[in-house]
């Protein structure tokens, strides 16, 4: 089974800075696999980038994702009030297995 | 609007069972695999389980196999979880999630994630 370790636990900034949350995985993950999911409390995950780098429909465009490999970064260029949230990433992988890192607590400074 | 909505959560006692339903609308149903995610405040987000647009094929987190049972019934355009032999450690918030995917001229391009999810419901389980 492929895990997913996410850092930092809690990242506090405050807005318009931007932010960096990192997702690195036990074994080799593929790019097309690797997704990113944003969630407020007491809502469900909303996704925000699948394939690595591909944003869903109607995330804007201060979200993006990047990496490969058994790295994996998601950036927010400028923080939004709405952007404060827990983050996950998830992979795809064999068996079929789809496994979610613990998340990534974003945080108002 | 795509909607997902899940029902059928509750409390019940250790070794019962339970069985979810997940009503869509807003969509062609049956065009999209269809998951079962849970989350719990200690051990987060938890892949259940998946199914295939016509059902032939399911897949189970190691966890459940044997005690859960995924379905779907395309005609009412609604995804079941029959949860047997329940243990403490199925207490969760249960989401059922739409495999999201792209038309392309090849067929449909799967993200292997997540796109559209349900309000979830809720499942105690205590002696």
């Known amino acids: 089974e492929i895990v997913l370790t996410q850092s930092p636990g809690t990242l506090s900034l405050s807005p318009g800075e931007r932010a960096t949350l990192s997702c690195r995985a036990s074994?080799?993950?593929?790019?097309?696999?690797l997704a990113w999911y944003q969630q407020k409390p007491g809502q469900a995950p909303r996704l925000l980038i699948y394939g690595a780098s591909s944003r869903a429909t109607g995330i804007p465009d201060r979200f993006s994702g990047s990496g490969s490999g058994t790295d994996f970064t998601l950036t927010i260029s400028r923080l939004e009030p709405e952007d404060f949230a827990v983050y996950y990433c998830q992979q795809y992988g064999n068996s079929p297995q789809y496994t979610f890192g613990q998340g990534t607590k974003l945080a108002i400074k | 609007e795509v909607q997902l909505v899940e029902s059928g959560g509750g409390l019940v006692q250790t070794g019962g069972s339970l069985r979810l339903s997940c009503a869509a609308s807003g969509f062609t149903f049956s065009n999209y695999w269809i998951h079962w995610v849970r989350q719990t405040p200690g051990k987060g987000l938890v892949w259940v389980s998946r199914i295939n647009t016509d059902g032939s094929s399911t897949d189970y987190v190691d966890s459940v196999k044997g005690r859960f049972t995924i379905s779907r019934d395309n005609a009412k355009n609604t995804l079941y979880l029959q949860m047997n032999s329940l243990r403490a450690e199925d207490t969760a918030v249960y989401y059922c999630a739409r495999d999201g995917y792209n038309n392309t001229r090849y067929g449909p391009d799967y993200y292997y994630a997540m796109d559209v999810w349900g309000l979830g419901t809720t499942v105690t389980v205590s002696s």
């Open positions: 074994q080799s993950v593929s790019s097309s696999y």
